[in-house]
């Protein structure tokens, strides 16, 4: 499929989608549409539809739509946080800080964000009772990147370079011979002295790493491409050494001069429209700039960066929303419907914004302790812990056709097949027999495909923010995934059709899992 490059000339912008419209990928022949530049900035890509237009069809309206958005504006984990907290608004919920004091009503549907890379949303049963428990699904919002360095300037024979540091454990090589760009996130100093955090993302292509000729390594295809990350992995952005910084005579201004190239803090400076010394602090993602968009000989396939973990939460954003954006949809919920998406689960979690801080956790507490208007007992806390159930949502490997060796026998998830269920015995997934069976009658009841998954034992099992809050909150949990391919590459696959089975089971599981988890009793 043909793609429009962002470095080609923007065609007329089509008049703005509906998106309450659930057609809505696109109805033209083209495969990329632009939306406009941020804040509305929206990539669209597809020649056709999500679902098939058969009206008579009884078929539930796909999500892919609005996914593929959701990637387009979500280029690092800040953009991810800023468009969740963007929908949760535009669908009703009410925005809590962290430093307020929470005045909580059943019924009502609130977030916080944290870091502006970390959410919490949740949505109070109409029927809820201190003790009940509350039914969550997690995910994480980073993705393996290259990130700038604190002092990003250097010169290598004359050019440009900008120095980064790797992020997570990606499939580097994929990195090479892209149309790179930088996004996220810089503080500026007012005229008035006070700071601002302000979001950024340059859409056009900005740097490049590219790859040595073959010419000059004749031996890479029988020994391998083994770039030095330190040297190799050096994007490039200019060829001249200029100072272009407008007040080069102000001795005043901030560090961030001779820290990062003149041309780097022009480009950003326009960008946001601001002096480029008012620019005294950054956090910047290195991101590929080709759009997510569907693909393949039916159309039946996402490309994309960062599926691995925007997928998941999306698919629970959405979930959430919409099992509760009428006030019926609550009348018989005796629980707390809740989504939390976390930030540095690439790197290990351990971050203020992480799964391994305890704000998941926090936020229970503070729910139960605002709705607990007069005593109910002891142990409130604990006894909706202990009633509680946590679904780790983060993607899953699908069988590979040209390594099928790589998968256990019996256990070898397909694209197009439903979510993957993940067990470890050694816990690198918190996957139970029991959580499992609980998870999956969901599935059995509204007819969803399940499938699941065990690393061979002689390959090692990577493991995800299951284990860490299962052992941190001590809550029941059972971790899946939506199965894909070329995961941790710059450019990832799964099937759309996966994404609607994932939304309609993690919709389910919020609307009848209480009910369900009434019918087994464990500890008894």
């Not at 009703?92 to 549907?109: H, V």
């Not at 540091?165 to 002295?193: C, E, M, N, P």
């Not at 998941?312 to 989504?339: F, G, H, P, T």
Request: charged share 20%; with cysteine; aromatic share 6%.
């Amino acid at each position: 499929m043909a793609l429009l490059r962002l470095h080609l000339p923007r065609p007329p912008l089509p008049a703005r989608r509906n998106p309450a419209l659930p057609s809505a990928l696109s109805s033209s022949t083209t495969s990329c549409l632009w939306r406009g530049r941020l804040p509305a900035s929206r990539l669209l890509c597809s020649s056709h539809p999500a679902s098939p237009p058969d009206a008579a069809s009884s078929a539930p309206p796909s999500i892919v739509a609005g996914l593929l958005d959701y990637l387009n504006e979500s280029w690092t984990q800040f953009h991810a946080t800023a468009e969740a907290k963007r929908q949760l608004l535009d669908a009703g919920f009410k925005l809590l800080s962290e430093s307020d004091d929470w005045d909580l009503q059943p019924g009502g549907r609130y977030f916080f964000t944290r870091n502006m890379s970390c959410l919490v949303a949740f949505a109070i049963g109409e029927k809820y009772r201190v003790g009940n428990g509350f039914n969550i699904i997690a995910a994480h919002t980073d993705s393996p990147c290259l990130k700038l360095k604190p002092r990003s300037a250097t010169i290598k024979s004359g050019h440009q370079m900008v120095n980064v540091q790797t992020y997570g454990s990606g499939l580097w090589h994929t990195w090479f011979d892209r149309d790179l760009t930088l996004a996220g996130r810089v503080i500026l100093k007012a005229t008035d002295g006070s700071f601002k955090h302000k979001l950024v993302k340059l859409t056009r292509p900005l740097i490049r790493v590219p790859t040595l000729a073959i010419h000059l390594n004749r031996t890479v295809n029988t020994d391998g491409f083994k770039p030095n990350l330190e040297t190799h992995l050096v994007p490039l952005l200019a060829t001249k050494h200029e100072d272009t910084t407008t007040n080069s005579d102000d001795k005043s201004s901030s560090s961030t001069k001779v820290t990062h190239h003149p041309l780097l803090l022009q480009i950003l400076s326009e960008e946001i429209g601001c002096d480029s010394n008012e620019i005294i602090g950054m956090e910047l993602n290195v991101c590929d700039t080709q759009p997510s968009c569907l693909g393949g000989g039916n159309n039946e396939f996402i490309y994309s960066g960062r599926l691995d973990n925007l997928a998941s939460c999306y698919c629970a954003l959405r979930s959430l929303m919409d099992s509760s954006k009428m006030a019926e949809q609550l009348s018989n919920e005796k629980a707390i419907r809740m989504v939390a998406m976390f930030d540095n689960e690439e790197v290990g979690s351990d971050s203020m914004q992480g799964a391994g801080a305890p704000t998941m956790f926090q936020a229970m507490r503070r729910i139960i302790d605002s709705l607990m208007h007069q005593s109910m007992g002891e142990g409130a806390l604990e006894r909706a812990i202990h009633s509680s159930f946590l679904v780790s949502a983060d993607m899953a490997h699908a069988l590979h056709p040209n390594y099928a060796e790589k998968h256990e026998e019996c256990h070898r998830p397909e694209l197009q097949k439903g979510l993957v269920i993940k067990h470890n015995a050694n816990q690198r997934y918190a996957t139970s027999a029991v959580t499992a069976f609980l998870f999956k009658e969901i599935a059995r009841i509204h007819n969803l495909p399940v499938q699941e998954f065990v690393v061979r034992n002689d390959m090692g099992c990577g493991s995800t923010i299951g284990p860490i809050l299962a052992s941190g909150v001590g809550i029941r949990t059972v971790d899946c995934g939506i199965p894909q391919l070329s995961m941790h590459s710059v450019r990832e696959m799964c099937g759309k059709e996966d994404v609607d089975t994932t939304y309609r089971h993690f919709k389910a599981f919020f609307e009848m899992f209480s009910d369900i988890d009434r019918k087994l009793n464990v500890d008894f």
